[in-house]
């Protein structure tokens, strides 16, 4: 079971946007509307920030979206905060024995 | 409002069982609503999910640790646990638990983690 495919690493300055891909193939992303992100601080627990590839929940800013095309999951994060300095993890169903994936992560530097 | 809580030993030895329980509650392990799973993040490393259960005991595992896990639900206490045999130091890791939900298959909710390391 292969995990899915995020850069290990993303930068931008304060208020650019920034956008992180995230890579699967027919079986999850590219099939399922089931993409899911998680945003995780050293030491702590990951944060579910957008799920059903474009869905935020109650409480996370409306500067993080998601959208997606063919078998690529992207997180967009527009107005870069200090706070966004983070590790960012895309997650997707999948059809095969492993129905949970997640990707690799991506660590995200704010200049 | 739902917390999670994990707990277990911080180290076992090598080729013996890992242990962890997530105590559960603002919510019952026996809602339709949602799964129950563990994820776990080797040092440094990302995350990788290894187990969930549904309160009817329907049980998915990670194919590469299915012959080694077992995953449980005590309804009594609220609870739900992880057993992970033969363990080495590859399974030295932050242990997750966290909240599935049923319909779209995401964590809604985590554990705050906690670390179990492999050493003699």
């Known amino acids: 079971q292969s995990a899915l495919t995020q850069p290990a690493s993303v930068s931008g300055s304060p208020g650019q946007s920034i956008t992180i891909s995230c890579t699967g193939t027919s079986n999850d992303v590219g099939y399922y509307n089931y993409v899911s992100w998680y945003q995780q601080h050293p030491g702590k627990a990951p944060q579910l920030i957008i799920y059903d590839v474009s869905h935020r929940p109650s409480g996370i800013s409306t500067r993080f979206s998601g959208s997606k095309s063919g078998n690529t999951a992207s997180l967009t994060i527009s107005g870069l905060q200090a706070d966004d300095e983070a590790a960012y993890y895309c997650?997707?169903?999948?059809?095969?024995?492993?129905?949970?994936?997640f990707g690799g992560g991506t660590k995200l530097t704010v200049l | 409002q739902l917390q999670l809580h994990e707990s277990g030993p911080g180290l076992v030895k090598p080729s013996e069982t890992l242990s962890l329980t997530c105590s559960v509650s603002?919510?019952?392990?026996?809602?339709?609503?949602?799964?129950w799973g563990w994820v776990r993040q080797s040092p440094g490393k990302g995350l990788e999910w290894i187990a969930t259960?549904?309160?009817?005991?329907?049980?998915y595992y990670h194919p590469s640790l299915k012959s080694r896990v077992t995953m449980s639900i005590d309804t009594s206490k609220n609870l739900f646990s992880l057993r992970l045999r033969s363990v080495s130091a590859a399974d030295t890791a932050v242990y997750f638990c966290?909240?599935?939900?049923?319909?779209?298959?995401?964590?809604?909710?985590w554990g705050q983690g906690t670390l179990v390391t492999v050493s003699s």
């Open positions: 259960i549904y309160y009817t005991g329907s049980t």
């Open positions: 603002g919510d019952s392990v026996t809602s339709s609503f949602y799964y």
């Open positions: 966290g909240r599935i939900v049923y319909s779209d298959y995401y964590f809604d909710s």
């Open positions: 997650s997707s169903y999948t059809s095969t024995s492993a129905p949970w994936v």
